[in-house]
């Protein structure tokens, strides 16, 4: 069932839900069919801000003192919350964000996860012992919260990334401000219902719906001890330099144009559905997308046939359509800034085989749609193999040997993820040592992670000094406090 209710949103400040202090507001509409209004938005100040802050300021005392695994027991409330409302979450991100109804379905059940799984990381806070080098002392150390944290988020997983960050800062006894992403205000107010059915206390967790332009103004406050972004390089640098200057715990999850590597022994025909699916899956919106498949030429010409015949049968609709196999981007900009990519590698000598436009018709006309994209040729000097298009496009480039692909996979300023396709061991062992990236796979797409398991990348793809998910995830939130104790 279609969201047909028009809402007009609000904050969610100290377990209260206030209307943003701006006269500004924009309609929120469906991607696949702008026509369809899903919420009226009024976008927030810097007085909102500044009241989510301090909401969250005045409850640190109270949760910190909060027994870890009491705090636990809310986020397992809040995964039973999710799966409760799996349907109802699944058509929101569908029709605000553009996903397939699938894909936004395995995104709700993963942010349940990763809720459980920061739940039980509640019973296992621990610090250490350390043997002195006198008689009678004992060294102990203690994590310890930092504060309140600021959590910034994209549109392109609404729901997962909220979880992932908000969930390990919880747990390890942070208060938080969550700053949404404007593409999808209604996924936050869905999560902030959520929070407040889990019977949070009032302030832990916070949400403002506004512009960009409000996260500066949040990190200059004094009661922010930490900021947690993740988003777009140039965003992420601005937010990174500032927070820096007030020495303030910042971390980073940015870009990535990440490789696949075909080598000539593969199972060609797992590799082409591990490149569509790397490439063409979520739309292509996703940091850990494939944005270069370097393949040997032993092998290149017979995988570009096979690729082409695969992304020929794609189907593009709403992701409500059960026979549609790739929705729209989430934004006109969004798609403008694909097919300009898309024109550059053409006229820089990519060979256009399929796609490379917005498709005709009356059933796109009001979406933002774009063809699922092959292009073939693709060289090291190109502007797409470099920038991040971030949508539908597989970018084939050829190399003679795997000295050659892993030469080209790293000639890169990101590092989030990479895969290779190969059934040789040495060769696979490699390839996994030897690209500069933080997440490594072998005969599986660049997209997708285990919640329990840490994600992160190298060199511009983040900041580098903390991990995401898995237990690693936790030590972005806390401090460490040493303990020396005599005793008689």
Request: hydrophobic share 40%; glycine share 10%.
């Amino acid at each position: 069932m279609a969201l047909t209710k028009t809402q007009e949103l609000q904050n969610y400040i100290g377990g209260q839900w206030v209307t943003p202090g701006s006269d500004d507001t924009f309609e929120d509409t469906n991607p696949a069919d702008t026509r369809e209004v899903l919420a009226i938005v009024r976008q927030s100040n810097e007085s909102d801000a500044d009241a989510a802050i301090e909401a969250a300021a005045g409850a640190e005392a109270s949760w910190k003192n909060t027994p870890a695994p009491a705090r636990g027991g809310y986020l397992n409330k809040l995964a039973e919350k999710m799966r409760e409302r799996q349907d109802d979450l699944t058509r929101a991100i569908v029709q605000e964000m553009g996903k397939t109804y699938n894909e936004a379905k395995k995104e709700v059940l993963f942010a349940a996860g990763i809720a459980d799984f920061y739940a039980a990381e509640g019973r296992r806070i621990t610090g250490k012992v350390i043997p002195a080098d006198m008689e009678n002392i004992q060294i102990q150390t203690v994590p310890e919260p930092l504060g309140v944290a600021l959590i910034v988020t994209p549109w392109n997983f609404p729901l997962s990334i909220p979880t992932w960050k908000i969930a390990p800062a919880v747990a390890a006894g942070n208060t938080v401000v969550l700053k949404t992403s404007s593409e999808t205000p209604l996924l936050g107010k869905m999560f902030m219902e959520m929070i407040e059915a889990s019977g949070f206390p009032a302030g832990v967790v916070n949400q403002v719906i506004g512009p960009g332009r409000l996260v500066s103004h949040m990190i200059d406050h004094p009661s922010v001890d930490a900021v947690s972004f993740t988003g777009s390089n140039p965003v992420g640098k601005k937010i990174y330099e500032q927070a820096n200057k007030h020495m303030k715990r910042v971390h980073m999850e940015m870009g990535g144009k990440n490789p696949l590597l075909v080598l000539s022994d593969a199972d060609l025909d797992e590799a082409v559905d591990v490149a569509v699916k790397g490439s063409l899956g979520q739309t292509g919106q996703a940091c850990t997308a494939t944005g270069r498949v370097i393949v040997e030429e032993a092998v290149y010409d017979e995988f570009v046939q096979k690729v082409k015949a695969e992304v020929e049968k794609f189907r593009l609709g709403s992701g409500l359509d059960e026979q549609v196999h790739m929705g729209p981007q989430v934004s006109d900009s969004e798609k403008q800034s694909t097919l300009e990519l898309i024109n550059s590698a053409v006229g820089e000598g990519a060979e256009l085989l399929v796609g490379g436009s917005a498709p005709s018709g009356e059933a796109y006309e009001h979406g933002h749609f774009v063809q699922p994209t092959l292009l073939a040729g693709v060289t090291r000097e190109m502007r797409i193999a470099h920038e991040e298009e971030f949508g539908p496009v597989i970018s084939v480039m050829k190399a003679s040997n795997l000295d050659e692909a892993i030469e080209i996979a790293n000639d890169t300023d990101f590092g989030l993820t990479a895969s290779v396709c190969t059934n040789d061991s040495n060769s696979m062992t490699r390839a996994l040592n030897e690209i500069e990236a933080g997440l490594v796979k072998a005969n599986m797409p660049t997209t997708g992670t285990f919640f329990q398991a840490p994600f992160g990348g190298y060199k511009q793809s983040g900041s580098g000094s903390f991990k995401e998910l898995g237990r690693e995830g936790m030590d972005f939130f806390t401090k460490t406090k040493t303990k020396y104790i005599k005793t008689k």
